[in-house]
Each structure stands twice: as structure tokens, then as C-alpha cells.
């Protein structure tokens, strides 16, 4: 069925931009980019690879400066999905005009197709480039809302994230008021979630796609209460975060080692970042996470992050670090700000201080004279609290958000305009996800700014992400 699909997809999409390491293998439009096995190397001579290769570069560029629909951008996501996502899906006025969704982005105009012939997929673009819709629609494509079972698992590493998607896939997924067709249940499985009562919808009647962080699905999963046999899709979504995290490291792996016993099984993997795919692709092939002719898709590689987004500085000391925000939101007026801010160490927290948010937090609510609401978000919250500050914002209205790194990963609140660094991100990778929480409108030409407050010690520091990000930071004076 899968090479059925594969050729019956028109090849409508771009040649895949992919890394020089990973480089498309064929230099016709709309084919895919294969790997060695177990050399994780290009299935096709180095000459056809590299002309390919700057083909790519060369679109990859144009696109992203005109940023208009192109000739191929001309083709509309209904295109692509026609034949595979339900047509009650596709039809639905909601899908198309009101939320926007009209022409695919790049990732789902390359993903898309492939993900269609049943290959496994690895994800990879640029922050705010719509990731979430490309595997929901592959789900969509996949399950059978008729059957009582748990047909596809998204993997979060956050409640917040774990939230987001599950409010997009209720949306596509709803029964359409103008069709017979029943709509998907979408559960939310996340930590802080009522377990029991989950545990009895999951007996009663499983729903079909369940968005889950780890600890919560491995919970439902050693408790047999929910099952991989009936699952045809995985999505494991900010991947790299997950493999790098003491907590969940482990049990993720677990989980795709148990997935890759089950029949017709298909993993996707998704992220923004993947420090050193080529070791990823391999490993995937060899622990068996995925199958072995997994495709990396790789968009964007010569600009890891938006192109829309201008990056600043300002060197200041310690002390007086607050002022200087402070002077930057009244000179900059944001419409909206995320402001990050780093955690606190063990040390200061067993010592009694205050973290910097709460500190940070009381000057804005005295000295600030603007118009944005001021919230927290920050791991030590309740569940409460943060879900309640998240809806706030969504409730529309400009914000100052001041928050940890919890923010960084995958949060998608597109009036973004500004970023602020009140604290430098610990690494290059955190950098481009905290940067990459702006500048989420794809076919927007707005700029939007990210400002780094440092001392003069860490400019080295921002050399450093300046260098692996490939992006230039201007300095702002004081
Ligand atoms: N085809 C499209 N047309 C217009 N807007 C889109 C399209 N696809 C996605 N979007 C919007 O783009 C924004 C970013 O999408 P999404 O959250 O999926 O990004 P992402 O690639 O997952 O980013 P991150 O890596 O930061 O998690 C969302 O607001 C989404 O609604």
C-alpha cells in the first residue's frame, strides 16, 4: 500500500532542503531523500546529490524573501490532502477560512506526500512553520472514528504543549455540522490531568487520538489500560527535547521500542532542533524507533531560524538590568512580549531568596506604566495557575509574559512581537526555540524582535549562538 501511494502522490512538492549532509538523493521535484541504513549516508552519487543539493539551497532562499504564495506555494493543502484526509475534513469552511489554513507551508508541502505513503518521518523546520498541523493531518488521514480504539498517540514533553495540540486536533477532528460522519474524541492525557477519570473513559470508550506527556502515558501503559496494538500513528513531538531529558529519556525510548513491535506502524518525530541528526537518523534505524527507510526532512537547514525574526543587544550591568528592560519595553512597545527569564539555582532557592520571575514580576507591576497584562508562567506553579495564565492570554489582549524555559517549547501565540532575553538561555538550542516564540504568522512579513540584555562577560556567550545559529545580533545603545 505504501508504494501504491507513493506513486499515485503527484510530485507537487519542492526538493527537499536538506543539510550537505543529508542531502536529497534524487533531483527530481517530489522525491524523497533516502539513507544508507547503516552508513546514514545519501543512496546516490555525491555529484547528483550536490548540484540537488544547491538547487535546494537556492529555493529555500527566494521563498523565504518574497514570502508571497510562489508558483508552487500557489498549491492549496485541500491539493495535497485530497485522497488521503477525509473529505468532510477538508470541506470544513472552519479548516480553510476562518483559521487560515489555505496554502501549506513548507513542511507540509514536502512532509505531506510522504508522510501519505506510510514512511516513517522525521520533522525538522524552523520554529512557527506548522509542524502540528502536518502530523495531525497525517492522523486525520489515518484513523476511523467508526472504531472504538486508540488509533494515534502525540507525545509532549510539557501539559502546556500537550494542551495546545489537543485543542487543534478537537478542532479538525469535530464533527462537521454538514456531515453524516462521526467526529474523533481527542483525549488529553497530560501530568496533572484526573488520571481516574481518563482511566474510565479509556475503558469505556477509548478515544481515538490521545495527546500525552510521558509520565502520564506510561502510567495508562504499565497499567494496561491503554494499548499500542490498535495505534497506527506515534508522534513524538520536540523530540530532542525529550531524548535529552534526565526524566524522560528513558521511558520515551522505551515506549518506541514498544511501538516498533506493532504491525503497520508509523513514527513521527518532530522538532525545530536536531543537534546532530545524522546520529539521530542512525540511531532510529539501529534501536528500531523507527523503520529503515525513515525520511529526515529537513527545511530550511541555512537558516535554522526565521528569517522574519531581528536579533539585539544590550550590554548592561546586573543592577541595573530591570531599568533597562523597562526603558526597552517603553522605547520598542511591544504588542505582545514574552520575557524570559533563567531558573533559580538550588543554591539560591535553599538560601531563601526569591526567584528572579517573582522579582521581576513585582518591578513590572510597580514601574510598568504600558498597557499589556503582566503574567507568570514558570515550572513551580500549580497546574492551575499556569493553564489559568495561558488562558488569559488566549483570551486575546496584549501581554507581558515573564516566564522560565517552559515557555520555549512549542507554545504557539502568534501576537508574539517581541522577545526578551532577561537572561541568557543556557544554549544555542534554547535560544532558538525561546526566539522562535515569535514570528509565528507563516506568510506574514511582520518583523519581530528579539533583544538580549547581557553582561559585557557574556557577549562571548552570544558570539557562540550567533556562530551555530548562523545569525547576526545588532547592538543597541544605552
Ligand atoms: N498552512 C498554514 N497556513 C497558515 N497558518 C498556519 C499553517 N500551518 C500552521 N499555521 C499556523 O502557524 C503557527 C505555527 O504552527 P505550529 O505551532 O505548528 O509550529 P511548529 O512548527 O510546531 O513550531 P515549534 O517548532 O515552535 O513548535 C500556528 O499558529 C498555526 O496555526
Given at each position: 500500500m505504501a508504494s501504491h501511494q507513493l506513486l499515485s502522490v503527484p510530485h507537487f512538492?519542492?526538493?527537499?532542503?536538506?543539510?550537505?549532509?543529508?542531502?536529497?538523493?534524487?533531483?527530481?521535484?517530489?522525491?524523497?531523500?533516502l539513507f544508507h541504513p547503516t552508513t546514514c549516508s545519501p543512496?546516490?552519487?555525491?555529484?547528483?546529490?550536490?548540484?540537488?543539493?544547491?538547487?535546494?539551497?537556492?529555493?529555500?532562499?527566494?521563498?523565504?524573501?518574497?514570502?508571497?504564495?510562489?508558483?508552487?506555494?500557489?498549491?492549496?493543502?485541500?491539493?495535497?490532502?485530497?485522497?488521503?484526509?477525509?473529505e468532510h475534513i477538508l470541506h470544513r469552511q472552519a479548516l480553510m477560512e476562518e483559521i487560515g489554513f489555505v496554502f501549506p507551508t513548507?513542511?507540509?508541502?514536502?512532509?505531506?506526500p510522504t508522510l501519505f505513503t506510510g514512511r516513517d518521518c522525521i520533522l525538522h523546520a524552523q520554529t512557527g512553520s506548522g509542524k502540528t498541523l502536518t502530523y495531525l493531518l497525517l492522523i486525520l488521514s489515518l484513523i476511523n472514528p467508526q472504531r472504538s480504539s486508540v488509533q494515534a498517540v502525540v507525545v509532549v514533553p510539557t501539559r502546556e504543549l500537550g494542551m495546545q495540540v489537543t485543542k487543534v486536533a478537537r478542532m479538525l477532528a469535530a464533527k462537521s455540522t454538514d456531515a453524516e460522519v462521526k467526529g474523533c474524541t481527542v483525549m488529553a492525557l497530560l501530568d496533572g490531568?484526573?488520571?481516574?477519570r481518563h482511566k474510565s473513559w479509556l475503558k469505556a470508550e477509548p478515544p481515538a487520538i490521545v495527546v500525552a506527556t510521558v509520565a502520564s502515558l506510561c502510567h495508562m501503559l504499565e497499567k494496561h489500560i491503554l494499548r499500542l496494538d490498535s495505534v497506527k500513528v506515534l508522534v513524538v513531538d520536540e523530540v530532542d527535547f525529550l531524548f535529552y531529558s534526565s526524566k524522560q529519556a528513558g521511558p520515551v525510548r522505551k515506549l518506541l521500542t514498544s511501538f516498533s513491535s506493532c504491525d503497520k506502524r508509523q513514527t513521527v518525530f518532530a522538532s525545530a532542533s536536531i543537534p546532530q541528526h545524522k546520529h539521530f537518523v542512525h540511531d532510529c534505524m539501529q534501536q528500531k524507533w523507527t523503520k529503515r527507510d525513515v525520511v529526515h526532512i529537513h527545511v530550511s537547514a541555512i537558516t535554522p531560524?526565521?528569517?522574519?525574526?531581528?536579533?539585539?543587544?544590550?550590554?548592561?550591568?546586573?543592577?541595573?538590568?530591570?531599568?533597562?528592560?523597562?526603558?526597552l519595553l517603553e522605547s520598542d512597545a511591544p504588542e505582545s512580549a514574552?520575557?524570559?527569564?533563567?531558573e533559580q539555582s538550588e543554591k539560591s532557592k535553599k538560601a531563601g531568596n526569591d526567584p528572579s520571575t517573582t522579582l521581576l514580576i513585582e518591578f513590572l507591576k510597580t514601574s510598568y506604566n504600558g498597557s499589556l497584562e503582566i503574567l507568570l508562567l514558570e515550572e513551580d506553579m500549580n497546574f492551575n495557575s499556569r493553564a489559568?495564565?495561558?488562558?488569559?492570554?488566549?483570551?486575546?489582549?496584549?501581554?507581558?509574559?515573564?516566564?522560565?524555559?517552559?515557555?520555549?517549547?512549542?507554545?504557539?501565540?502568534?501576537?508574539?512581537?517581541?522577545?526578551?532575553?532577561f537572561d541568557l538561555p543556557q544554549t544555542a538550542t534554547d535560544y532558538l526555540h525561546r526566539a522562535g516564540r515569535a514570528g509565528r504568522k507563516p506568510f506574514s512579513d511582520r518583523k519581530c524582535i528579539v533583544t538580549n540584555l547581557i553582561t559585557s562577560e557574556e557577549r562571548f556567550v552570544l558570539q557562540r549562538f550567533e556562530n551555530e545559529l548562523m545569525f547576526s545580533c545588532e547592538e543597541l545603545m544605552f
Open positions: 512538492c519542492l526538493l527537499s532542503k536538506v543539510s550537505s549532509f543529508h542531502a536529497p538523493l534524487l533531483s527530481t521535484p517530489g522525491k524523497l531523500s543512496l546516490q552519487s555525491s555529484s547528483t546529490s550536490r548540484i540537488t543539493n544547491l538547487q535546494a539551497v537556492t529555493n529555500t532562499r527566494s521563498e523565504i524573501e518574497s514570502n508571497a504564495p510562489t508558483e508552487t506555494t500557489a498549491l492549496t493543502l485541500r491539493n495535497i490532502c485530497q485522497g488521503f484526509v477525509p513548507d513542511i507540509q508541502r514536502e512532509a505531506l490531568g484526573m488520571l481516574r531560524m526565521p528569517l522574519c525574526l531581528l536579533h539585539k543587544f544590550v550590554v548592561c550591568g546586573k543592577k541595573n538590568k530591570h531599568q533597562v528592560l523597562l526603558a514574552i520575557i524570559f527569564v533563567g489559568a495564565s495561558l488562558t488569559e492570554i488566549r483570551q486575546g489582549g496584549g501581554f507581558l509574559l515573564v516566564s522560565t524555559d517552559i515557555a520555549a517549547r512549542g507554545i504557539d501565540l502568534p501576537e508574539t512581537t517581541h522577545i526578551f532575553n
